[in-house]
Nanobody, 112 residues
C-alpha cells in the first residue's frame, strides 16, 4: 500500500495550491479518503474527508475542495485563499472500517 502526496510548496497569502495524492496497493474506490494537516507544535487535524459524505473543518470551508478520481486512484485538495495559518504538513489518508493508511506528507508554507 502506498499513498504519495505532492503539490506542496511556498505560496503567498491569498494564493492557491492543489495537492495530489496517488494511491496504490488497495481497492481505492472502497476507501474513504481524507486530508489531514499538522502545523508545527500542534496536533494533526482532519481538514477534509470524502466518504459517505464530504466534510470540511470549519476553518477551511469555502476555501478548500476535496475531490477524487477513482479511475486514476487519485485524491486532490484544491486550496484557495490560503492564509498563514494554513501552513502545515498535509497528509493523505485512506480509511475503511476505522483502519487505514497514511502518506508521508507534503509541506505547505503560506508566507509573504
Amino acid at each position: 500500500v502506498q499513498l504519495v502526496e505532492s503539490g506542496g510548496g511556498l505560496v503567498q497569502p491569498g494564493g492557491s495550491l492543489r495537492l495530489s495524492c496517488a494511491a496504490s496497493g488497495f481497492t481505492f474506490s472502497r476507501y474513504d479518503m481524507s486530508w489531514y494537516r499538522q502545523a508545527p507544535g500542534k496536533e494533526r487535524e482532519l481538514v477534509a474527508s470524502d466518504g459517505r459524505s464530504v466534510n470540511y473543518v470549519d476553518s477551511v470551508k469555502g476555501r478548500f475542495t476535496i475531490s477524487r478520481d477513482n479511475a486514476k486512484n487519485m485524491v486532490y485538495l484544491q486550496m484557495n485563499s490560503l492564509k498563514p495559518e494554513d501552513t502545515a504538513v498535509y497528509y493523505c489518508r485512506a480509511s475503511q472500517y476505522g483502519m487505514g493508511y497514511w502518506g508521508k506528507g507534503t509541506l505547505v508554507t503560506v508566507s509573504s
